[in-house]
């Protein structure tokens, strides 16, 4: 278990989970439990047993699949109804029974809430609270309670809300997080009034979600005004505009402010975490996330670069490695010699002057024609070795390519792509169909050349983007084709344009195909 002096809690699994398109299997939340747990989180949220069958079995399984190393699990619920009690209430029960060490009660604070919501009386809602957290208590669990919209229930009744906690902290409760449910503090307001919180004998944690952009800076805010309890999600999932961003809100506290929250090997590996949680819940990574985005550390302009190449840290807050991330330079034509002189270090090249002027120029040169590199890094590193062998080298060559789409009486749509190669002396002649004219295309040439390179069987096009460059119009427009390919242990991309689509995909699709066979280790001739 962490150090119980500051706690960092998590509520992805719950909170989390309510962002709109996000649906979680009970398999995808013991995995997620399982990464948050290698961060090195205290406190995990795992959802609300027994009024969710699914978090139910989440608790059920959790017992036996989880062998958390540093963190200690959460239950969700609310305080009993009304008129009833506690120890009678059936969802206490469940909370009573998850097998979690800790409890997290939601209790209204807003007293308009508990009138208009609850439809109770003032005093009746703070008899639940006292009566759910000290029968929790005598249970022998662990109590939090989430002061539920609380900053805008301090500015409707001042005094009712800190009545709520001072209750909370008197039946038993550990830990009082104070909820911006709606989101919309500000940091210098929210940190005014965490102040004057943190006169009960509780510890005092917050809660913020990120309606005004302001969730990681109002979590901050609060720590200095005296939190030592932080909540969030994993890459700031959320309902509306989500949750305060747990891996922000750590790196900054940690690397800016000095707190020792999880170990620093775990921290090293936020980045792999981060991106590993996408890949459970399918929701396609913020690029340019603080810390653990592709784009936190990647530099374009050419001025950056020629700092960066004195000294990295003139353009970079902290070393990326900190985080488990990497600098990267972005190849446009925006860059300068040191851009391209950087690019090429950090694909393995060192690169003379001349070489680097040459390469700058064919990269304006093709960027004003509508090409792009900082989105294809496998067609800057085939210009660049072409640029320093000094003429253009690859793994086949393409005597000619037809693709026709035929439309069948019966409405169906089939594509056949023929292709004409030359490769290790042979010419090759193969025809593929496919579901498009690219798919089809790019199934001839596996067809045409895996014979010769096996390798090619585990490459694989995973996406494919289509953009209509500026300055054009109608049919005659220059069309811009971007592919991105995988061999199941990383993923390349590749640019073509031409004013015609499918040339401009078969030169995309070409580059793809050579930068995975240079991958797998064969030299180009």
């Known amino acids: 278990m962490n150090d119980d002096r500051f706690h960092v809690y998590d509520t992805t699994l719950r909170d989390g989970a309510q962002q709109e398109g996000l649906n979680l299997t009970v398999t995808d939340k013991l995995a997620i439990a399982r990464h948050l747990d290698d961060l090195g989180v ?10 969710n069958p699914k978090d139910t079995e989440f608790f059920r399984l959790a017992q036996t699949e989880l062998d958390l190393k540093y963190a200690q699990l959460a239950a969700f619920g609310a305080t009993r109804r009304a008129g009833t009690k506690a120890a009678d209430d059936p969802l206490v029960a469940a909370l009573r029974e998850s097998g979690a060490p800790v409890v997290t009660l939601v209790a209204k604070s807003h007293d308009r809430h508990v009138e208009l919501a609850l439809r109770t009386t003032l005093q009746e809602n703070l008899a639940m609270i006292r009566d759910t957290v000290s029968h929790l208590r005598a249970e022998g669990q662990r109590v939090f309670l989430d002061a539920e919209h609380f900053f805008d229930g301090y500015k409707s009744n001042p005094a009712y809300a800190l009545e709520v906690l001072r209750t909370a902290a ?20 929210l940190a005014e009034v965490v102040h004057v919180a943190t006169g ?20 901050l805010a609060a720590v200095k005004a005296g939190a030592t309890h932080v909540q969030g999600c994993a890459n700031g999932y959320g309902e509306r505009s989500g949750n305060a961003n747990l891996f922000t809100v750590v790196a900054n506290l940690q690397l800016k402010r000095g707190f020792d929250l999880v170990p620093r090997e775990s921290l090293a590996d936020m980045t792999r975490i981060a991106h590993a949680i996408t890949e459970v819940t399918n929701v396609t990574p913020n690029s340019h996330a603080p810390y653990v985005g592709v784009s936190a550390f990647a530099h374009k302009a050419g001025l950056h670069a020629s700092a960066i190449k004195v000294d990295p ?9 900190e985080v488990g991330n990497d600098m990267r330079m972005l190849v446009s034509d925006m860059a300068g010699r040191a851009s391209v002189e950087l690019k090429g270090r950090e694909l393995g090249y060192e690169l003379s002057a001349e070489t680097s002027r040459e390469l700058v120029n064919r990269v304006k040169e093709m960027e004003s024609r509508g090409y792009t590199f900082e989105a294809a890094d496998a067609s800057f590193e085939l210009l660049l070795r072409d640029t320093v062998a000094g003429e253009r080298k690859r793994h086949f060559e393409v005597e000619s390519w037809r693709v026709i789409v035929e439309r069948t009486r019966g409405g169906e749509l089939v594509s056949e792509a023929t292709v004409k190669l030359y490769a290790k002396g042979e010419r090759i ?42 300055g054009t119009h109608g049919t005659d427009a220059v069309t811009r084709v971007l592919v991105t390919s995988s061999d199941a242990t990383t993923e390349w991309s590749t640019v073509g344009v031409d004013e015609n689509i499918i040339e401009a995909s078969w030169q995309a699709l070409e580059q793809a195909v050579t930068y995975g066979l240079l991958r797998a280790g064969h030299v180009a001739g």
């Open 42 to 51: 205290g406190f995990i949220e795992g959802g609300w047993p027994g009024a």
């Open 170 to 189: 008197e039946a038993g409760a550990s830990v009082i997080a104070l909820c911006d449910t709606n989101g919309g503090m500000l940091p210098d307001e």
């Open 200 to 219: 009960t004998s509780a510890r005092i944690g917050i809660h913020c979600h990120d309606d005004t952009g302001c969730a990681v800076a109002n979590t």
């Open 313 to 321: 840290n003139l353009y970079q807050h902290i070393d990326p490695a």
């Open 429 to 470: 002649v193969a025809t593929g169909e496919g579901n498009g004219p690219v798919n089809a295309m790019d199934r001839a040439v596996r067809l045409g050349l895996e014979r010769l390179y096996p390798e090619l069987a585990e490459v694989e096009l995973i996406d494919f983007k289509v953009r209509i460059l500026e």
